[in-house]
């Protein structure tokens, strides 16, 4: 059962602006079942799905619902550089919970650079672009940590060591603990380690619930790490 008092609760097609099912992102598998199924979400999310599933695409649209800047940041964050955005974003309802807090922030990996630059030219958060990229990310993700509400994240690890990594894991734990809501899509089995998230993968057959073990990206690691040369051989 869904927590009624979670900032987002489902999304679905909106019914005054509904999406052309024959016209990207719409054909993709995964966006059709989100528009015509919708899809609910608890007080963590994590969306798995090889390159090109839709899991930015999905968070990216859910932002730019939210009233978050669809290039990071919060509510208020006023940077842009290129519009690269899809088209979902005008296509989704959010059913929010009664009551819940409707604050939120945004982080992903590709547009982390403009971000850092926004918050020095506005003079918040010090001198990101001194310290190492993971740094970077960790330190905002710690100090935005009181905005609670709504915390969506798209493919962070690609900022993050291994260490970096577990680090942010003790961060989403404490934004939880403090209330927070966490929507996460990762091509990281570290990551989709997320303590009581629900799994989801994205792919040619849609969006479908997964057990951590059971997740493509967590056999194909493991095949990996058991045996590197059975996929390097491939490489010519």
Same mark, same amino acid.
């Given at each position: 059962?869904?927590?009624?008092?979670?900032?987002?609760?489902?999304?679905?097609?909106?019914?005054?602006?509904?999406?052309?099912?024959?016209?990207?992102?719409?054909?993709?598998?995964?966006?059709?079942?989100?528009?015509?199924?919708?899809?609910?979400?608890?007080?963590?999310?994590?969306?798995?799905?090889?390159?090109?599933?839709? =899991?930015?695409?999905?968070?990216?649209?859910?932002?730019?619902?939210?009233?978050?800047?669809?290039?990071?940041?919060?509510?208020?964050?006023?940077?842009?550089?290129?519009?690269?955005?899809?088209?979902?974003?005008?296509?989704?309802?959010?059913?929010?919970?009664?009551?819940?807090?409707? =604050?939120?922030?945004?982080?992903?990996?590709?547009?982390?650079?403009?971000?850092?630059?926004?918050?020095?030219?506005?003079?918040?958060?010090?001198?990101?672009?001194?310290?190492?990229?993971?740094?970077?990310?960790?330190?905002?993700?710690?100090?935005?940590?009181?905005?609670?509400?709504?915390?969506?994240?798209?493919?962070?690890?690609?900022?993050?060591?291994?260490?970096?990594?577990?680090?942010?894991?003790?961060?989403?734990?404490?934004?939880?603990?403090?209330?927070?809501?966490?929507?996460?899509?990762?091509?990281?089995?570290?990551?989709?380690?997320?303590?009581?998230?629900?799994?989801?993968?994205?792919?040619?057959?849609?969006?479908?619930?997964?057990?951590?073990?059971?997740?493509?990206?967590?056999?194909?690691?493991?095949?990996?790490?058991?045996?590197?040369?059975?996929?390097?051989?491939?490489?010519?």
């Amino acid at each position: 059962m869904v927590d009624p008092v979670l900032p987002l609760r489902a999304v679905r097609m909106h019914a005054l602006s509904p999406a052309d099912m024959g016209e990207w992102p719409a054909t993709l598998p995964p966006m059709e079942q989100l528009l015509t199924q919708g899809l609910e979400f608890g007080r963590i999310t994590v969306l798995t799905g090889d390159n090109g599933a839709g =899991k930015s695409t999905v968070v990216e649209a859910i932002a730019g619902a939210y009233g978050l800047n669809v290039e990071g940041g919060g509510t208020g964050a006023m940077h842009s550089t290129r519009a690269t955005e899809s088209p979902l974003v005008d296509h989704l309802q959010l059913v929010r919970g009664a009551g819940a807090s409707k =604050k939120g922030f945004f982080l992903r990996a590709e547009t982390m650079h403009s971000l850092f630059t926004y918050y020095e030219e506005i003079g918040v958060g010090g001198v990101m672009h001194e310290r190492s990229h993971g740094e970077s990310f960790l330190e905002i993700v710690s100090e935005r940590s009181r905005i609670g509400g709504l915390w969506l994240l798209d493919e962070p690890e690609s900022a993050l060591s291994l260490s970096g990594c577990l680090a942010l894991l003790g961060l989403l734990r404490d934004l939880v603990a403090g209330g927070a809501q966490i929507i996460l899509s990762t091509h990281s089995p570290v990551l989709a380690a997320l303590p009581g998230a629900d799994l989801y993968e994205l792919g040619p057959w849609g969006i479908r619930a997964a057990t951590y073990d059971d997740l493509d990206l967590v056999r194909t690691w493991r095949s990996f790490l058991e045996s590197p040369q059975r996929f390097l051989r491939h490489l010519g």
